[in-house]
């Protein structure tokens, strides 16, 4: 089992700045990919950013040019650096990695529990 510890979410005003943070531990393998995805109240989840294990990324419409994710990968962490926040941007952040517990093991997702992050003046 992996565990996914997240933070740096909580209150900004508009046009400020978050990092959120998560670190994977467990039986792990290897990651074939981290992100991050977002739910608001009333909406279904969706995609925020992704990173692959070779660097490339991937951004929904709505946070480009505003969003970035990086990864440290000796340390099994994905970053997510908001800026320019919005109130559209208020909703629980969720990281989610895929990876193989072995070598021969099928790629396998998991969650998060999740940290509020809320724009409001």
């Known amino acids: 089992q992996v565990q996914l510890v997240e933070s740096g979410g909580g209150l900004v005003q508009p046009g400020g700045s978050l990092r959120l943070s998560c670190a994977a531990s467990?039986?792990?393998?290897?990651?074939?990919?981290m992100g991050w995805y977002r739910q608001a109240p009333g909406k279904e989840r969706e995609l925020v950013a992704a990173?692959?294990?070779?660097?490339?990324?991937n951004y929904a419409d709505s946070v480009k040019g505003r969003f970035t994710i990086s990864r440290d990968n000796a340390k099994n962490t994905v970053y997510l650096q908001m800026n320019s926040l919005k109130p559209e941007d208020t909703a629980v952040y969720y990281c989610?990695?895929?990876?193989?517990?072995?070598?021969?093991?099928?790629?396998?997702?998991?969650w998060g529990q999740g940290t509020q992050v809320t724009v409001s003046s």
């Open positions: 989610n990695v895929d990876y193989r517990r072995t070598s021969m093991g099928a790629v396998l997702r998991y």
């Open positions: 467990g039986t792990i393998f290897s990651i074939n990919v």
């Open positions: 990173i692959t294990s070779g660097g490339t990324t």
